[in-house]
Protein backbone atom coordinates (compact mmCIF):
# COMPACT_ATOMS: atom_id res chain seq x y z
CA UNK A 1 0.00 0.00 0.00
CA UNK A 2 2.55 2.56 0.81
CA UNK A 3 4.39 1.54 -2.20
CA UNK A 4 1.28 2.66 -4.14
CA UNK A 5 1.10 5.48 -2.27
CA UNK A 6 5.05 6.51 -3.70
CA UNK A 7 4.37 5.49 -7.14
CA UNK A 8 1.31 7.49 -6.93
CA UNK A 9 2.82 10.65 -5.96
CA UNK A 10 5.89 10.41 -8.14
CA UNK A 11 3.61 10.54 -11.28
CA UNK A 12 2.29 13.25 -9.40
CA UNK A 13 4.90 15.21 -9.59
CA UNK A 14 5.74 14.44 -13.48
CA UNK A 15 2.72 15.46 -14.10
CA UNK A 16 3.33 18.66 -12.33
CA UNK A 17 6.36 19.06 -13.83
CA UNK A 18 5.48 18.26 -17.65
CA UNK A 19 2.24 20.74 -17.09
CA UNK A 20 4.60 23.24 -15.85
CA UNK A 21 7.51 23.12 -18.46
CA UNK A 22 5.02 22.95 -21.33
CA UNK A 23 2.47 25.84 -20.29
CA UNK A 24 6.29 27.81 -20.13
CA UNK A 25 7.11 26.45 -23.32
CA UNK A 26 3.85 27.86 -24.88
CA UNK A 27 3.88 30.89 -22.99
CA UNK A 28 7.37 31.72 -24.42
CA UNK A 29 7.11 31.20 -27.92
CA UNK A 30 3.86 32.54 -28.34
CA UNK A 31 4.65 35.80 -26.33
CA UNK A 32 7.47 36.08 -28.52
CA UNK A 33 6.07 35.22 -31.99
CA UNK A 34 3.51 37.96 -30.85
CA UNK A 35 5.49 40.66 -29.97
CA UNK A 36 7.70 40.00 -33.25
CA UNK A 37 4.29 40.33 -35.27
CA UNK A 38 2.81 43.29 -33.19
CA UNK A 39 5.84 45.41 -33.67
CA UNK A 40 6.63 44.12 -37.20
CA UNK A 41 10.25 43.05 -36.35
CA UNK A 42 10.69 40.13 -38.74
CA UNK A 43 12.15 37.20 -37.07
CA UNK A 44 14.61 34.81 -39.29
CA UNK A 45 11.97 31.94 -40.72
CA UNK A 46 14.14 29.23 -38.97
CA UNK A 47 13.49 30.81 -35.58
CA UNK A 48 9.78 31.36 -36.49
CA UNK A 49 9.49 27.52 -37.26
CA UNK A 50 11.30 26.49 -34.80
CA UNK A 51 8.86 28.17 -32.54
CA UNK A 52 6.00 27.22 -34.06
CA UNK A 53 7.48 23.46 -33.36
CA UNK A 54 7.78 24.25 -29.87
CA UNK A 55 4.14 25.31 -30.14
CA UNK A 56 3.05 22.09 -31.52
CA UNK A 57 5.05 20.23 -29.53
CA UNK A 58 3.83 21.53 -26.47
CA UNK A 59 0.20 21.34 -26.56
CA UNK A 60 -0.33 17.71 -26.82
CA UNK A 61 2.03 17.46 -23.70
CA UNK A 62 -0.06 19.90 -21.65
CA UNK A 63 -3.48 18.26 -22.86
CA UNK A 64 -2.05 15.01 -21.73
CA UNK A 65 -1.10 16.12 -18.53
CA UNK A 66 -4.27 17.83 -17.59
CA UNK A 67 -6.60 15.03 -18.72
CA UNK A 68 -4.13 12.45 -16.59
CA UNK A 69 -4.57 14.83 -13.50
CA UNK A 70 -8.21 15.24 -13.45
CA UNK A 71 -7.96 11.16 -14.03
CA UNK A 72 -6.12 11.05 -11.15
CA UNK A 73 -8.22 13.14 -8.89
CA UNK A 74 -11.38 11.65 -10.06
CA UNK A 75 -10.34 8.45 -9.25
CA UNK A 76 -9.10 9.57 -5.87
CA UNK A 77 -12.19 10.90 -4.84
CA UNK A 78 -14.06 7.85 -5.60
CA UNK A 79 -11.50 5.49 -3.84
CA UNK A 80 -12.94 5.49 -0.65
CA UNK A 81 -16.68 5.00 -1.33
CA UNK A 82 -15.08 2.06 -3.84
CA UNK A 83 -13.54 0.53 -1.12
CA UNK A 84 -16.27 0.80 1.59
CA UNK A 85 -18.59 -0.79 -1.20
CA UNK A 86 -16.06 -3.57 -2.01
CA UNK A 87 -15.81 -4.13 2.04
CA UNK A 88 -19.45 -5.13 2.10
CA UNK A 89 -19.55 -1.69 4.43
CA UNK A 90 -22.77 0.23 3.78
CA UNK A 91 -22.58 3.97 3.74
CA UNK A 92 -24.66 5.71 6.38
CA UNK A 93 -28.07 7.10 5.79
CA UNK A 94 -28.67 10.59 6.02
CA UNK A 95 -31.19 11.94 8.68
CA UNK A 96 -34.39 13.83 7.59
CA UNK A 97 -34.53 17.80 8.38
CA UNK A 98 -37.25 18.51 10.22
CA UNK A 99 -39.31 21.64 9.25
Same mark, same amino acid.
Given at each position: &? @? %?? *???? %? #??E *? !?? @??? &? =?????L?? !?????L??? =?? /???? !? $????? +??? =?T ?5 L $?V???? /?? *??? &???? %??? #?L $?? +????? @? =??K *? $?K ?6
Amino acid at each position: &M @N %EA *KKQA %E #KLE *K !LL @NWA &M =GASIALLG !LSSMILSIA =GL /TGFA !L $PDALV +RVL =GTVNLLSL $PVLVFS /TV *KKA &MNAR %EAA #KL $PV +RAAAS @N =GVK *K $PKKKKRKK
